[in-house]
């Protein structure tokens, strides 16, 4: 732990103390696979890469210190990381709940991996608790969370859905890759883990792929240490020291992102060519109040449903000039996609499915007005 207590300090200092060694102020790529012993099963805290790793060590700390747990591990995607957390929690026969706007890539790991292995689950509205309620089962052990979802930006109410869970005794993961720990506590709000995809906002470049998990309860840490260690999804020193470097501006960031997505978000509420917009920040949003409560900003995700439908839709995200077309999201550059026929494609035909006129937007770092004025034209072309 440093001294500032301040998440502004933190994201710069944690799990980054100057190597003791050399003085480097940035933590050094361990590549070594293998470590020397001192004797037959003493060493200095490495033996073989795949368990643990001094970059990767430097990661797991900063994210542990940054969400405010007693313990954080490091994946090589996202994806790794909610696999491995299902793998330590569920059985065959237990059940898991997911959003019913869930991410297409968790709605694919449940539904066509999971669920061959006897994993029950379902998919639910997780502010409705009469829903929640309804689709309770006895072997319910885990209610997947996602605040705001991808792509349509639902905010859940962590406290209230962590509560619910508590009682019945299941326990609350939260997929924190839209807010980060920046913009969101999860832990502090009663979940029990959060994980992230590192790739995105904690990342902050489009050059790393990597996942994140941070946990409280030493027990389950450890279950998850363990299917980290066995299975080996876990990323390289590069990949470790590419999200240490992007964690260092996470605030700086995030600030703009926020900034950036109000000003798009103005613009599509007032233009014809919109039937609806998909942003926290915006006072009419269903997830406005809840948002408030339980964010320092409202993010740099926008959705929105292009008025005239998909053949609209498609045709705006291929009109941009600075919002590039590409799947991921949360980095410097502002991107655009199709969520029906890219990110999302895997709940095609599924409750999950997404509007085919959905547009999202990952509002980047650039000059609000260029931006605006982009969107404007693409909009204005559409008609």
Same mark, same amino acid.
Request: net charge negative.
């Given at each position: 732990?440093?001294?500032?207590?301040?998440?502004?300090?933190?994201?710069?200092?944690?799990?980054?103390?100057?190597?003791? %060694?050399?003085?480097?102020?940035?933590?050094?790529?361990?590549?070594? /696979?293998?470590?020397?012993?001192?004797?037959?099963?003493?060493?200095?805290? =490495?033996?073989?890469?795949?368990?643990?790793?001094?970059?990767?060590?430097?990661?797991?700390?900063?994210?542990?210190?940054?969400?405010?747990?007693?313990?954080? !591990?490091?994946? $090589?995607?996202?994806?790794?990381?909610?696999?491995?957390?299902?793998?330590?929690?569920?059985?065959?026969?237990?059940?898991?709940?997911?959003?019913?706007?869930? =991410?297409?890539?968790?709605?694919? &790991?449940?539904?066509?991996?999971?669920?061959?292995?006897?994993?029950?689950?379902?998919?639910?509205?997780?502010?409705?608790?009469?829903?929640?309620?309804?689709?309770?089962?006895?072997?319910?052990?885990?209610?997947?969370?996602?605040?705001?979802?991808? +792509?349509? &930006?639902?905010?859940?109410?962590?406290?209230?859905?962590? /509560?619910?869970?508590?009682?019945?005794?299941?326990?609350?993961?939260?997929?924190?890759?839209?807010?980060?720990? =920046?913009?969101?506590?999860?832990?502090? !709000?009663?979940?029990?883990?959060?994980?992230?995809?590192?790739?995105?906002?904690?990342?902050?470049?489009?050059? @790393?792929?990597?996942? #994140?998990?941070?946990?409280?309860?030493?027990?389950?840490?450890?279950?998850?240490?363990?299917?980290?260690?066995?299975?080996?999804? @876990?990323?390289?020193?590069?990949?470790?020291?590419?999200?240490?470097?992007?964690?260092?501006?996470?605030?700086?960031?995030?600030?703009?992102?926020?900034?950036? %997505?109000?000003?798009?978000?103005?613009?599509?509420?007032?233009?014809?060519?919109? /039937?609806?917009? #998909?942003?926290?920040? #915006?006072?009419?949003? +269903?997830?406005?109040?809840?948002?408030?409560?339980?964010?320092?900003?409202?993010?740099?995700?926008?959705?929105?449903?292009?008025?005239?439908?998909?053949?609209?839709?498609?045709? !705006? @995200?291929?009109?941009?000039?600075?919002?590039?077309? *590409?799947?991921? #999201?949360?980095?410097?550059?502002?991107?655009?996609?199709?969520?029906?026929?890219?990110?999302?494609? /895997? *709940?095609?035909?599924? +409750? &999950?499915?997404?509007?085919? $006129? !959905?547009?999202?937007?990952?509002?980047?770092?650039?000059?609000?007005?260029?931006?605006?004025?982009?969107?404007?034209?693409? &909009?204005?072309?559409?008609?």
């Amino acid at each position: 732990m440093n001294d500032g207590d301040e998440l502004e300090t933190r994201v710069v200092h944690a799990g980054q103390e100057p190597d003791p %060694a050399t003085g480097a102020v940035v933590p050094p790529i361990s590549l070594a /696979s293998t470590f020397a012993q001192d004797a037959v099963g003493v060493h200095r805290g =490495y033996e073989y890469a795949r368990s643990a790793n001094p970059t990767r060590a430097a990661l797991e700390t900063c994210i542990a210190d940054l969400e405010g747990a007693a313990h954080g !591990l490091a994946f $090589a995607s996202g994806m790794a990381a909610e696999d491995a957390i299902l793998r330590a929690t569920v059985q065959p026969g237990d059940h898991v709940i997911i959003p019913g706007d869930a =991410y297409g890539g968790t709605y694919r &790991l449940v539904a066509d991996v999971y669920e061959s292995a006897g994993i029950e689950w379902s998919a639910v509205d997780l502010n409705d608790h009469d829903a929640l309620a309804a689709a309770w089962r006895d072997r319910t052990k885990v209610v997947w969370v996602e605040t705001p979802t991808n +792509p349509v &930006l639902t905010v859940v109410d962590i406290a209230a859905a962590a /509560s619910f869970a508590r009682e019945r005794g299941a326990l609350v993961v939260v997929d924190n890759t839209f807010a980060t720990p =920046y913009l969101q506590q999860p832990l502090g !709000l009663g979940a029990d883990v959060v994980v992230h995809s590192s790739t995105k906002y904690l990342g902050g470049h489009s050059d @790393v792929i990597g996942g #994140l998990v941070a946990v409280n309860d030493r027990d389950l840490a450890e279950r998850i240490a363990f299917v980290q260690n066995a299975a080996g999804g @876990v990323p390289g020193p590069l990949d470790c020291y590419l999200v240490l470097r992007g964690v260092k501006t996470l605030a700086v960031r995030m600030d703009r992102h926020c900034e950036n %997505a109000r000003a798009v978000a103005a613009l599509l509420a007032e233009h014809p060519a919109v /039937s609806r917009v #998909l942003y926290p920040g #915006l006072p009419a949003d +269903p997830g406005y109040g809840i948002a408030r409560r339980q964010m320092r900003d409202f993010g740099g995700m926008v959705s929105f449903i292009a008025a005239a439908g998909e053949d609209a839709a498609l045709k !705006l @995200v291929a009109s941009t000039r600075l919002f590039t077309l *590409a799947e991921s #999201l949360g980095a410097v550059e502002s991107l655009i996609e199709h969520p029906a026929r890219m990110t999302h494609a /895997s *709940a095609a035909d599924s +409750p &999950l499915a997404v509007d085919p $006129a !959905l547009v999202r937007l990952s509002v980047g770092i650039e000059n609000a007005e260029d931006l605006v004025a982009d969107l404007r034209q693409a &909009l204005d072309a559409v008609g």
